[in-house]
């Protein structure tokens, strides 16, 4: 059964925002990107206008002194002119947008969204897109922005045109200035229009993307099960693990010297090299059942046992593969040499 939006009432976890990043879903302000883009443009012409000097101004401004053939040489010429400035432009300003971009998603390349995906060109979901309310949304966001754009505008035109109208009047040194200086002041009015414009989308979408990861209660249950591991999967791993040691010491029961039993609640196997420079070590132990066992194992393979219930309380506590404690050495040493009389002795 699907979930509902209501549902969704838990902020999105690490784990969740990292998923859709990995997919390419991460909050991206295109006006943010149109802001970089502005800019980079702007400046980038600009510098190109500072190099040309004034040989565009006084091509403009023959253009308007002139009609007939000269006013076509004037035109293409300038045109030219504005050719040759529009290719730094345009890199100047797509290097801008890239870099946005980058910034925006952390420097994320996500390669995959390059493969073509049929579904995008779907009649149907192409139909749904269009009615969605997501759509209603960014048809108002762009009303929105032509509004605001447009009052910007018509703000900073309503100030010159009525200066510029005689503009062929005009020296080329005065009127190359008057249009940079101009354009300067409408880009730089344009461009603080949509800063406002940029960060109030970045807002916007920021809560939006945070508004579209949010979890249900399940979704967030199911994510911990899967980072912390399914708690019966895991029981029953320890329980492997614990089956599997078990059968490794009773292996190890044969090898031992000596078993130290309760008599019969607990039982511990010792083992000791004769002049080896370490100290005995306990190679298996266990109590109730897992004690009587151990005695089975010691039976089985002939390992003598000697019963001492405090000593073998004691060597309980001491873990598998240890070397006893010291206090234990003369009680331990009295045992083992026990042990090797009996073995020496010989048979009557």
């Not at 308007?64 to 345009?90: C, F, N």
């Not at 895991?234 to 031992?256: E, F, S, Y």
């Not at 306990?282 to 219930?309: C, L, S, T, W, Y």
Request: net charge positive; with cysteine; aromatic share 4%.
């Amino acid at each position: 059964m699907s979930e509902s939006s209501e549902d969704r009432t838990e902020t999105a976890s690490a784990r969740r925002l990292e998923k859709a990043r990995e997919q390419g879903d991460v909050p991206i302000s295109k006006e943010l990107n149109l802001l970089a883009g502005l800019a980079g443009g702007s400046a980038v012409l600009a510098s190109q206008i500072g190099a040309a000097g004034s040989a565009p101004a006084t091509w403009f401004a023959a253009m308007l002194r002139h009609g007939g053939a000269d006013s076509g040489t004037a035109l293409w010429s300038a045109m030219g002119t504005l050719l040759r400035a529009a290719l730094p432009t345009a890199i100047g300003a797509t290097a801008c947008v890239i870099a946005a971009t980058f910034l925006q998603t952390g420097f994320l390349v996500r390669l995959a969204a390059l493969k073509p995906d049929i579904s995008r060109v779907s009649p149907m979901k192409g139909v749904k897109r269009m009615l969605s309310p997501e759509t209603l949304m960014q048809a108002a966001k762009s009303l929105t922005k032509l509004s605001v754009l447009s009052f910007a505008l018509w703000m900073a035109l309503r100030r010159v045109l009525p200066s510029l109208a005689v503009a062929s009047r005009w020296p080329p040194a005065y009127l190359g200035h008057r249009l940079v200086a101009e354009a300067s002041r409408l880009l730089m009015l344009l461009a603080g229009a949509q800063l406002a414009i940029g960060l109030v989308d970045m807002f916007w979408v920021r809560l939006r993307h945070a508004h579209k990861q949010r979890m249900t209660r399940q979704e967030q249950r199911d994510e911990h099960k899967e980072s912390e591991g399914n708690p019966q999967v895991k029981q029953r791993i320890r329980q492997i693990a614990r089956t599997r040691a078990r059968r490794r010491m009773m292996a190890a029961v044969k090898t031992a010297t000596v078993v130290v039993t309760n008599p019969t609640h607990y039982a511990v196997a010792l083992t000791y090299e004769r002049g080896a420079k370490s100290a005995p070590r306990v190679v298996a132990k266990g109590a109730d059942d897992v004690a009587d066992r151990i005695r089975q194992e010691a039976r089985e393979h002939r390992i003598p046992m000697v019963a001492n219930p405090p000593l073998a309380r004691a060597l309980y506590r001491v873990e598998i593969d240890t070397e006893i404690p010291v206090e234990h050495f003369k009680a331990v040493a009295e045992i083992v040499a026990y042990i090797w009389r009996l073995r020496t002795r010989p048979a009557l």
